[in-house]
């Protein structure tokens, strides 16, 4: 593997953990937020409701940039699942581009 392998094969590991994190915790907002849409759960926790925020610093600016050039549907907000789509796209892509890499690179 040449010299450009070798320093991108671990960025690109890097990059997708990153992705895979926060898919992970794009998902925990969806299924939070619909868990408090049907009252299974509440948050009078202090913990819960840091838990909450910082879900939302994280996921929210994310959102905002989705909602400008995505309408809700049916009322329904669908950033976070364009968003989850989106991510699991680009982690695909950053997999078989590391493959692509080091296949060829040898």
Same mark, same amino acid.
């Given at each position: =593997?040449?010299? #450009?392998? %070798?320093?991108?094969?671990? %960025?690109? /590991?890097?990059?997708?953990?990153?992705?895979?994190?926060?898919?992970?915790?794009?998902?925990? /907002?969806?299924? %939070?937020?619909?868990?408090?849409?049907? !009252?299974?759960?509440?948050?009078?926790? !202090?913990? *819960?409701?840091?838990?909450?925020? #910082?879900?939302? $610093?994280?996921?929210?600016?994310?959102?905002? $940039?989705?909602? !400008? !050039?995505? $309408?809700?549907?049916?009322?329904? /907000?669908? $950033?976070?699942?364009?968003? %989850?789509? *989106?991510? *699991?796209?680009?982690?695909?892509?950053?997999?078989?581009?590391?493959?692509?890499?080091?296949?060829? =690179?040898?």
């Amino acid at each position: =593997m040449g010299i #450009i392998g %070798l320093f991108l094969m671990p %960025l690109l /590991d890097i990059l997708g953990l990153v992705i895979s994190l926060y898919f992970k915790v794009v998902v925990v /907002d969806v299924v %939070l937020y619909w868990m408090l849409q049907y !009252k299974l759960i509440t948050i009078h926790n !202090k913990y *819960a409701e840091k838990f909450m925020e #910082i879900l939302k $610093a994280v996921t929210e600016p994310v959102y905002k $940039a989705i909602r !400008k !050039k995505v $309408a809700p549907v049916s009322g329904i /907000d669908v $950033a976070p699942y364009v968003l %989850l789509v *989106a991510i *699991a796209f680009l982690g695909s892509f950053v997999t078989h581009l590391s493959r692509w890499i080091e296949q060829y =690179m040898q």
